[in-house]
């Protein structure tokens, strides 16, 4: 076997063995408690994963490093009263500490912090490319707004009307901010799920996020506005015939408001209240509006003004509504109370008419009364020409029919990068009264955070950085005149975006990564992590990705090419918090117990993608394992029991399979269920067979136990057991009696008996005799080599 001092380190520009396998867990951002167990449960799994195919022959990359800059560590330190570059050095330690104890098979030399400059100036110049692609813009929008972070959050960050990090009630401010344009990639986001081998949770979760929605726009004609026609997009024209109101929203009210409409005084006085209770966000940032939105009170408030519906000319009121979504379409809706349960409770409420168009029952010629929408499909009633026409069909048919083109809509926003905190990168912008916005040069990177005493949010639209007047202060790089810095830094899901592309060349001065690099290590062959990042992280680095794609600099367009999200641990029954006083800390369990003992207790919980219960008193099991693994490997080597070969060529099958399949729970049980048999008696091949399995689960056990059996390279760089199918079946099989499914009796047959031996036999046997006195069986049920059930 070959020599090689780093176990864990492999040749990054020419991969051993059967070739490159990047193994990767989301990195952690370095809290102040230091790794949680949830942190070392996904560590472990995806540990466990990479020492297999270590030893299957592959050249395994598993790096680590820290998401160290962002609000999390900003909090921490404003808490403690000392400076997030001082806590970012203490924490990193404590975590690395931390990590080496866990036996994790890092490739240390390639670790990277996110606040690192050597970085974050590749983040930047990530900025830079963005804007000058046109792929990064500023413009002045309503955005979230954290009270007690004192920073705007991205749609993404906001969970039921409430901050991701902190839970307070989050609101609505108007700033100039800098956005990403990932909605020019929706489509291929979308349409890219189906390629990807990802956890089907997180491609649900993405696919609800980006929303997408077919339909058209039609547009009325008004009467009594100060604008000749409204436009309304609309996912089913096939209602367009049941339409008995339009409805628009404050938003668009304000703006005609704004245009000269003269509105009565109440119809003001209700838009001004509308707006004022938008500062808090609303469900149109969450991925289910209608769901957000049931059983809420609407109100609304007829303008005065009508639409003409254009495909029969009938007069219909325009109201403003508070469920209508600015963002969402054109801002204004088409309402059909009888076919959408918003617009039927509204219309309810308002005494509007309620007009079906869509009758489920069809060819019968009755519809039901209705007591909620009915939003399903079936054929057009009251449509004229269009009845009877299957509703799919006659989307198209009445949207033609207008002459108004097909349009796809989505829920995805573009990614809103600007934050108005200290500790982040810098944004690599400059403002010149006379160029506007400038990128900061290349050759200036990384715009380093400076060091500063105060770096209190302002609570306000500008950050802590705006205050530093040898910061701000600069020269436009485009005519050399006074400009000033860009004093935002940006959103910490852009370091996370990509840095999975600077581990394989971290050392690189000169880009943010070679391509050689790129093309020999990536993608990602498999990554591990939460599934709560669904829309966040992991819908961010599939659209850096495909823009690095677009821009010639990888081959590739999806950064992982598998996914699976690692389930959630629980204490004693209940979710681990400090209010319960049941948070699992590592370090003692470690400290007590060791690392082994802690890491196979932690996927001995249950199926890693479900997550498990962590209980004290189950612990103990695992560490009776162990030492009875030492106990076997103390005593003296003897021949195995006569089924001892079957055992082991089925464990070797078996745990090969759950490894594979991330089923570490039962892998484990097949490793006890080998020691068992191995406790009657086993050579050295039984025994080093048995630490190559153990190996990616214990692996500080069998690497001692492995160098006692008097080998010199380490266990993890030996080759993975092999097993042959034809020995993992007995020669013979016990058959298992039942009649009508009760067990009656039992006997041995060679392994393979036909149907025809297998009935024969039990039909003779004496007690089934006795049972059926002479009946004749109604069926005979056979599972070859495990059970014949007689149906009288």
Known sequence: MEKHPKIYEPDLDSPRGKGKFYNLMMFPYPSAE??????????????????????????????????????????????????????AETTAKNFYNQLNLIGNGFAWDERLETYDPDYYKWTQWIFVQMFKKGLAYRKKAK????????????DEQVLAGECERCASKVIKKELEQWFFRITEYAERLLNDLEKIDWSENVKIAQKNWIGRSEGAEIVFSLEGAS???????????????????????????????????QAPADVGAFVGRCLKAREVPRSDEEPSFAEATAGKEKTGIFTGIYAVNPVNQEKIPVWVADYVLAGYGTGAIMAVPAHDQRDFWFAKKYNLPIKIVICPNYPEKTCPMLDAAYEGEGHLVGSGEFDRMPSAEARRAIAGKLGAAIKVNYHLRDWLISRQRYWGPPIPMIHCEKCDWQPVPEEDLPVLLPDVKDFHPTGTDRSPLATVESFVKTKCPKCRGAARRETDVSDTFLDSAWYFFRYPDVENKKEP??????KTWLPVDMYIGGAEHAVLHLLYTRFLTKVFHDWGLVDFDEPFRKFRAHGLLIKNGAKMSKSRGNVVNPDDYIKKYGADVFRMYLMFLGPFEQGGDFRDEGIAGVVRFLERVRRVFGGAQKGMADDGEVILHRSVKKISEDIDGLHYNTAISQLMILLSALESGCGEGERKIFLKLLAPFAPHTAEELWRKLGENDSIHRASWPEYDEAKTRSATAVIVVQVNGKVRDKFETDTGASDRELKDRVLLLPRIKEIMKGAMPKNIIIIPDHLVNIVL
Not at 67 to 85: M, Q, R, T, V
Not at 143 to 154: D, I, Y
Not at 513 to 518: D, I, K, P, Y
Request: hydrophobic share 40%.
């Open 34 to 87: 230091g790794l949680h167990v949830g942190n070392m449960y996904a560590f472990v799994g995806a540990d466990i994963y990479g020492r297999k195919k270590r030893m299957e022959g592959y050249d395994v990359f598993e790096p680590i490093g820290l998401d160290g800059f962002g609000i999390h560590s900003e909090n921490y330190a404003l808490k403690i009263g000392k400076h997030p570059k001082k806590v």
């Open 143 to 154: 955005v979230n707004w954290c009270p007690k972070c004192l920073t705007v959050l991205a």
């Open 227 to 261: 604008q000749p026609s409204i436009t309304v997009f609309t996912t089913r024209p096939d209602t367009l015939f049941g339409a008995t109101y339009i409805a628009i929203s404050p938003e668009l009210a304000k703006s005609w408001l704004d245009s000269g409409w």
């Open 513 to 518: 990564f070679s391509q050689a690099r790129a």
